[in-house]
């Protein structure tokens, strides 16, 4: 190449460079390849989804419970549904409630419960209650007692120690503790 003293304007003529991401094709012309593709199908079929157990992986309807929310918490029949599960389902069933407050108000990650998420799961179960055995302040330090240096989250089996925490600070067992949770099932809205 002669140097010719100016900037540089490219090649030239006989110096013209071609590579394979310039050669285009004309149906490559209307392609944006900056965007992907909208999904709109799972990979498995919905009888496959339905056959593993993943549609109603603990769900109210799946365990037998006639309700669910507050009203549960005082309904005999759904205190007696639950009080039959085996304890595989019961935990199962717990997982999903875990799981579903983790995603409460965007939460983005379903394996990693944080303060203010704990402390409405509490309150939604009415274990926690200013005037009660478990204040609000009892709950929160039973959550920093789960935490592990630099962590602000805890996982399941954590939340199930914190569980029993719970169960202690009220004098009652466990399970009771356990049965409240999965009757709420979900993030009440009416509680903060």
Known sequence: ???????????????????????????DEG???????????????????KKWGLEAYGSAETLGLPCTGKQALSDPAALLA??????DHMMMA?????????LWQCG???SQMDKIRWSKALRDA?????NGMLPG?????????????????VNFIEFVEGLRY???????????IMEKIVLVSAPLKDSA
Not at 82 to 87: A, C, E, F, G, Y
Not at 126 to 130: D, F, K, N, R, S
């Open 1 to 27: 190449m002669e140097s010719t003293g100016g900037p540089y304007k490219g090649p030239t003529g006989s110096q013209k460079l071609t590579h394979a991401h310039d050669q285009h094709t004309a149906d």
């Open 31 to 49: 392609e944006d390849l900056g965007h992907l593709p909208e999904v709109n199908e799972y990979l498995a079929s919905a009888e496959q989804r």
């Open 82 to 87: 639950v009080r039959k599960l085996n304890p």
């Open 94 to 102: 717990l997982k999903r409630v875990f799981e579903r407050y983790n």
């Open 108 to 110: 983005y990650n379903k």
């Open 126 to 130: 009415g274990l926690v209650a200013e």
């Open 137 to 153: 302040a009892a709950a929160d330090k039973i959550f920093h007692r789960l935490l592990t240096p630099a962590k602000n989250a």
């Open 166 to 176: 719970v169960a202690t600070a009220m004098r009652c067992s466990l399970n009771e």
